[in-house]
T-cell receptor
Framework: EAGVAQSPRYKIIEKRQSVAFWCNPISGHATLYWYQQILGQGPKLLIQFQNNGVVDDSQLPKDRFSAERLKGVDSTLKIQPAKLEDSAVYLC????????????FGEGSRLTVL | ELKVEQNPLFLSMQEGKNYTIYCNYSTTSDRLYWYRQDPGKSLESLFVLLSNGAVKQEGRLMASLDTKARLSTLHITAAVHDLSATYFCAVRPNTGNQFYFGTGTSLTVIP
C-alpha cells in the first residue's frame, strides 16, 4: 500500500513570495490533515478535510494560507505572501476517517523563508 | 484551550536503563496515540490506545492509558541506541475528530 505522498520536499523562498505544497493521501482515506511543525515543537493542525469538505480550519491563518481538496482526493496548501515565521515543515496526514483510526503521515515539505 | 503536555522534554539515558515518558492531557478522551520521529523524518505510528487501562507493548516500549487520570505513559525497558528519537503523544477528544499533539520528548540513548 502506497503511503502519503508530498511534494516538494524542500522549498526556499523569500518573504512575501508564494508557495504551494501538494499531498496525495493513502487510497481510500477520507480524512486529510495539514499540520505545521516548527522546529522543536509538536505538529499543529492547520486544516482538516473530510472528503472534499472542510471540518476544521480554525487555526489556519486565512489571510495568507489557503487549502483545497478538490474531488476529495489530493490536496494543495498555499501560502501567499509568506512570512519569516512560516518557516516550518508542513506535514500532510490521512486517516480512514472512522473514529478510531490513526494518522499516517507523509515525509513533509520543509519550507525556509528568507 | 486543550493542552497536551509531555515530560520530560529532553531525556538522556544510558543503554540498558529503564525510564518512563509521561503524557498529560486536559480533555475527556479515551483515544491516545504515540508516534516516533527521527531527525529530518516524518512521524511513525507506534501505539494506538483506545480504552481506559489499555496497555500495548512492542519490543522495549510499552504504552498505557489511564483515562480517569488523563495520563498516558511510554515506558522504555533496557534502552538501546536505536531508540534515540523524539516521541510524541497525540489525543483525540471524545467529541470531534481532531488530533492534538504533545510537545514531544527528545530521547538520546548513550552507549
Amino acid at each position: 500500500e502506497a503511503g502519503v505522498a508530498q511534494s516538494p520536499r524542500y522549498k526556499i523562498i523569500e518573504k512575501r513570495q508564494s508557495v504551494a505544497f501538494w499531498c496525495n493521501p493513502i487510497s481510500g482515506h477520507a480524512t486529510l490533515y495539514w499540520y505545521q511543525q516548527i522546529l522543536g515543537q509538536g505538529p499543529k493542525l492547520l486544516i482538516q478535510f473530510q472528503n472534499n469538505g472542510v471540518v476544521d480550519d480554525s487555526q489556519l491563518p486565512k489571510d495568507r494560507f489557503s487549502a483545497e481538496r478538490l474531488k476529495g482526493v489530493d490536496s494543495t496548501l498555499k501560502i501567499q505572501p509568506a512570512k519569516l515565521e512560516d518557516s516550518a515543515v508542513y506535514l500532510c496526514a490521512s486517516s480512514r476517517g472512522v473514529l478510531l483510526g490513526e494518522l499516517f503521515f507523509g515525509e513533509g515539505s520543509r519550507l525556509t523563508v528568507l | 484551550e486543550l493542552k497536551v503536555e509531555q515530560n520530560p522534554l529532553f531525556l538522556s539515558m544510558q543503554e540498558g536503563k529503564n525510564y518512563t515518558i509521561y503524557c498529560n492531557y486536559s480533555t475527556t478522551s479515551d483515544r491516545l496515540y504515540w508516534y516516533r520521529q527521527d531527525p529530518g523524518k516524518s512521524l511513525e505510528s507506534l501505539f494506538v490506545l483506545l480504552s481506559n487501562g489499555a496497555v500495548k507493548q512492542e519490543g522495549r516500549l510499552m504504552a498505557s492509558l489511564d483515562t480517569k487520570a488523563r495520563l498516558s505513559t511510554l515506558h522504555i525497558t533496557a534502552a538501546v541506541h536505536d531508540l534515540s528519537a523524539t516521541y510524541f503523544c497525540a489525543v483525540r477528544p471524545n467529541t470531534g475528530n481532531q488530533f492534538y499533539f504533545g510537545t514531544g520528548t527528545s530521547l538520546t540513548v548513550i552507549p
